[in-house]
């Protein structure tokens, strides 16, 4: 039905620009575009599997520009999908710094929470993330880990939490569209992925002043700098991002210092202002091309 109306939306509405967001929207939105002879089209890159789910070898001619959100992306875009340079433009996501902010006044963030905002996916590798923290609590025992999100990966997780040596001090929750009360009650973001492309949830955790620890994939190395706004790991390692997680949570003024540089980092380089102005000029540049 979405496509029927897509169709029909573009055969009877006059649209200057086609963009497209997500895996399913980048080729069907393709195809039907250029069949309505639409002036132009703008395919996105988001997430570390699209060019290869969204059959950017075949599809990519079909866009006039694609935006991709890390250097990592573009880099994979091109070297092994064909895309020339001068088709894929690097625009990072935008945070809204003034929503997503560090807790005010005296407010204090509970010390031992690990917190995880992720899709219950296989690209987010929440396994390795569970055995982690099962060596984790030896260390730390009064650490806690907060799983948020939604997945078909939930109740085989559950079930490997419930059977770990730290089952009392895991808790999942549904996922939810406002994480800035979780980001505040938390002493750091933690993030497993295999694959990534730049997570919305590493800015406004940055923004938030909170350190983050992750895997060194995709665009996370782009904007989580190595002991200076977090600490990054190998993806699949549970041992180095146990310690990467005990090294902050056991000393404060490592994670308060990190906190802080990972927040003027965002405010300099990820606002939303930044994001908004670089995908007009994009549009422009494209108009001015069709």
């Known amino acids: 039905h979405a496509i029927l109306r897509l169709w029909k939306r573009l055969r009877t ?40 789910r969204q059959h950017e070898k075949l599809l990519w001619p079909l866009a006039d520009h694609i935006v991709c959100n890390s250097s990592a992306l573009k880099q994979d875009l091109t070297r092994h999908y064909g895309v020339p340079q001068s088709a894929v433009t690097v625009v990072p996501n935008g945070v809204d710094t003034s929503l997503f902010r560090p807790p005010a006044g005296s407010f204090d963030r509970d010390a031992h929470r690990v917190l995880c905002v992720a899709r219950l996916v296989p690209d987010k590798d929440h396994e390795t993330l569970l055995k982690a923290f099962g060596i984790l609590a030896g260390r ?58 730049l997570p919305n949830v590493v800015l406004e955790a940055m923004a938030c002043g909170l350190p983050v620890v992750a ?47 990972a927040r003027r980092l965002v405010l ?5 202002q930044t994001m908004v102005q670089a995908h007009e000029s994009i549009f422009r540049n494209v108009l001015r091309a069709n």
């Open 13 to 52: 509405s006059r649209v200057d620009i086609l963009l497209l967001l997500t895996v399913l929207p980048n080729i069907w939105g393709r195809l039907i575009g250029r069949l309505c002879k639409v002036p132009a089209i703008v395919g996105t890159c988001r997430g570390g599997g699209s060019p290869y």
């Open 140 to 197: 730390c025992p009064e650490a806690e880990l907060l799983i948020v999100g939604n997945g078909e990966l939930r109740g085989r997780l559950k079930r490997m939490a419930e059977g770990g040596p730290a089952a009392e001090r895991i808790r999942f929750l549904s996922g939810c569209s406002d994480v800035q009360w979780l980001l505040h009650r938390s002493a750091l973001l933690a993030l497993s992925s295999r694959r990534e492309g």
């Open 215 to 261: 895997t060194a994939v995709g665009g996370l190395p782009e904007v989580v700098k190595h002991g200076r706004t977090g600490l990054l790991v190998p993806p699949g390692d549970p041992g180095a991002l146990a310690a990467a997680m005990a090294c902050l949570l056991e000393d404060q003024e490592a994670r308060v210092a990190c906190g802080d540089k």
């Open 268 to 272: 300099a380089r990820y606002s939303l």
